[in-house]
Every structure is written in structure tokens, then in C-alpha cells.
Antibody
Framework: QVQLQESGPGLVKPSETLSLTCTVSGGSITSYYWMWIRQPPGKGLEYIGYFHYNGGTNYNPSLKGRVTISADTSKNQFSLDLSSVTAADTAVYFC??????????????WGQGTLVTVSS | DIQMTQSPSSVSASVGDRVTITCRASQGISSWLGWFQQKPGKAPKLLIYAASRLRSGVPPRFSGSGSGTDFTLSISSLQPEDFATYYCQQANSFPSWTFGQGTKVEIK
């Protein structure tokens, strides 16, 4: 069974870069889509972006070029960098695996999530 | 962006009740819709994909239907472990996923 675990600082200062890593076990990141999704406290879910070994990366346009997702296949990890953060970026950040079904994609395995607070 | 609107925003129900949640897309998304269950402090769990396909291991009391713009998630006989928040997610315009705002199923 695939397991995902997020890691990284829980507190980031405004204007700095939020950096998180997702470590995957029980499956290789050279298959499937590997996603980042966030959830502000008490609010709904927002897609951030994905990495796909053969398909590259994609990011939510609403994050205006602040996002970079990269991967280290030797460690079976993928990472999120979100630059120039503000309080609006305070959220629980989830990493997830997603599978393709026909022309659509669904996230079937998720990490437990990690709360990142943006504050000075 | 495709907007997803769920109703109701919350519902109070008793164990054994049938519960139905609806999700409407701002434009047609064929059958490319998923339903998730989320409990407090936990990650979302995929229940249904492609509008009506039950994910392996999900109890059959959960079912999904719909296509185009209107979709439903039904729980045929509510169990204590089903009290949670449910989200729909459109997968038509991947990677531009969007989620509904959530429906909280509470104990009456």
C-alpha cells in the first residue's frame, strides 16, 4: 500500500519561501501523478500542482508563478516550493498520489497533511 | 475555471437515514467527478470516481450518480463512521481541478 509523508517547517515568515517534501513508500514516483493540495484552516481544498515523471509539472495559475514542484527519484520524494508567502498561504498542505481514469485524474492516496503557518 | 456548488452546506441526520448530497458544475464536465470524505484532522478519502465508480474498499452504501452538470452522492443507511464533511471535485479540466465547498453531515 502506498504511503506518503509530508515534512518541512511548520512556520514560515512572510515574503519567504515555503518548502515541503513528500516521501513516498510502497510505490515509485516514476508512475502516476504526484500532487500538492492545500486547505486553509476551516476552509475547502485547493489544487496547487503536480509532478509526473513523463509529463512534467503543472501548476495552478491562481498561484501566479510562485510554485515550483520538483522530484528526486533516487529518494522517491517530491517537493514543493512556494515563494513570497503571505498569511493567505497559511494552510494544511497535503501531498497525494493520483491515477488516471480515461481522460480524468483522481487522488487516491494522501499524506496526513502538515500545517504551515505564515507569520513573523 | 469551472465552479462546483454543493448543497446543502450541512445536513443533520440520524444513524440509518438515507442522505443525499448534490453537486452542480458551472459547465458540463461529462462524468468526470469525484467524491471525497474528510474527517476532522484527517486527509480526504476518495469514495467515488468518474461520478459513479466506487473505489475499492468503500462500503456499497455509498453511491454516486449524474453527468453533465448535476451530480449526487447518496449514503443509503448512515453509519456512525459516516459523520464527516464531503467534497465533490471536478476532474474534467485536469489539471485545473476544482472542489466544491463541502457538505458537513452531522448527527441529529
Amino acid at each position: 500500500q502506498v504511503q506518503l509523508q509530508e515534512s518541512g517547517p511548520g512556520l514560515v515568515k512572510p515574503s519567504e519561501t515555503l518548502s515541503l517534501t513528500c516521501t513516498v513508500s510502497g510505490g515509485s514516483i516514476t508512475s502516476y501523478y504526484w500532487m500538492w493540495i492545500r486547505q486553509p484552516p476551516g476552509k475547502g481544498l485547493e489544487y496547487i500542482g503536480y509532478f509526473h515523471y513523463n509529463g512534467g509539472t503543472n501548476y495552478n495559475p491562481s498561484l501566479k508563478g510562485r510554485v515550483t514542484i520538483s522530484a528526486d527519484t533516487s529518494k522517491n520524494q517530491f517537493s514543493l516550493d512556494l515563494s513570497s508567502v503571505t498569511a493567505a498561504d497559511t494552510a494544511v498542505y497535503f501531498c497525494a498520489r493520483a491515477f488516471r481514469y480515461d481522460s480524468s485524474v483522481y487522488a487516491d492516496f494522501w499524506g496526513q497533511g502538515t500545517l504551515v503557518t505564515v507569520s513573523s | 475555471d469551472i465552479q462546483m456548488t454543493q448543497s446543502p452546506s450541512s445536513v443533520s441526520a440520524s444513524v440509518g437515514d438515507r442522505v443525499t448530497i448534490t453537486c452542480r458544475a458551472s459547465q458540463g464536465i461529462s462524468s468526470w467527478l469525484g467524491w471525497f470524505q474528510q474527517k476532522p484532522g484527517k486527509a480526504p478519502k476518495l469514495l467515488i470516481y468518474a461520478a459513479s465508480r466506487l473505489r475499492s474498499g468503500v462500503p456499497p452504501r455509498f453511491s454516486g450518480s449524474g453527468s453533465g452538470t448535476d451530480f449526487t452522492l447518496s449514503i443509503s443507511s448512515l453509519q456512525p463512521e459516516d459523520f464527516a464533511t464531503y467534497y465533490c471535485q471536478q476532474a474534467n479540466s485536469f489539471p485545473s481541478w476544482t472542489f466544491g465547498q463541502g457538505t458537513k453531515v452531522e448527527i441529529k
